[in-house]
DNA sequence: CCACGGATTGGCT
DNA sequence: GCCAATCCGTGGA
């Protein structure tokens, strides 16, 4: 069982800092969410960094718009963005307010609530084992396996049914570095971090 | 008002 | 490995 103890949310000050920092840092964090009597667990395992100031890959590279203007709030809140008609990505806020930086969670390690997650992302069947590793392996896979859409952009993650647990530190030997995916400007910024050997990464 | 394309996924060749 | 699906915010006419 996720120990949930209040005193292990990560705090704000954790989110007010540069956006590479808390990227890597978020490695082997706990994703929770609660639904009622649900739970949702899992690791940290893949994540990118978007800062709209240095950035053109970023939301928020030209400004603030309806779409993006949650990337714009303080540290520390959920940004819930729907993407090629069909899926959910979520990112964690960082930095000032006003300053447009996040970090895409792109792939978690189920903890606890997985059969929840097996109804959410296959309908509560799992057509084998290997299937396991197909539950949240990916931005949009993670996002549908834990019910995260739209109506969670703007929460705040140190005061709501979406937080994140501190754990300690990764290893530094453990942490990859790449270029991100999926992207097509800014594309040789090496701002992809991930846990190695994880079977859990999105590739 | 309308056309474009995306921080993806999954099914088919 | 390739490519269609599928919505809606955004920007130009």
């Known amino acids: 069982m996720v120990n949930t103890s209040k005193k292990l949310i990560l705090p704000r000050k954790f989110y007010i800092r540069p956006v590479i920092a808390v990227a890597k840092d978020l490695l082997g964090k706990v994703l929770i969410k609660t639904e009622g009597k649900k739970i949702f667990a899992g690791r940290i395992v893949e994540v990118e960094a978007y800062d709209g ?3 053109e890959a970023s939301h928020s590279f030209k400004g603030k718009t309806k779409r993006n203007e949650v ?3 303080l540290g520390g809140h959920l940004y819930v963005y ?3 008609g069909a899926h959910f990505c979520s990112n964690v806020v960082t930095g000032k307010e006003g300053h447009g930086a996040a970090v895409l969670i792109r792939a978690i390690e189920p903890i606890a609530g997985i059969d929840y997650m097996i109804i959410n992302r296959f309908n509560g069947v799992l057509k084998s084992e290997k299937e396991l590793y197909n539950l949240t392996s990916g931005p949009g896979k993670l996002s549908k396996a834990f019910g995260l ?3 969670y952009s703007g929460m705040d993650l140190t005061n709501s049914s979406v937080y994140i647990l501190d754990q300690p530190k990764l ?3 453990k942490i990859g570095i790449s270029k ?3 992207i097509t400007r800014s594309v040789d910024l090496p701002w992809r ?3 190695i050997g994880n079977p859990y990464l999105s590739r």
């Open 149 to 151: 859409d739209s109506s």
């Open 193 to 195: 971090f991930f846990e």
């Open 71 to 73: 990337m714009f709030n």
């Open 82 to 84: 729907f993407t090629y």
């Open 53 to 55: 100031n240095i950035d």
């Open 180 to 182: 991100r995916i999926g």
């Open 171 to 173: 290893n530094q030997k």
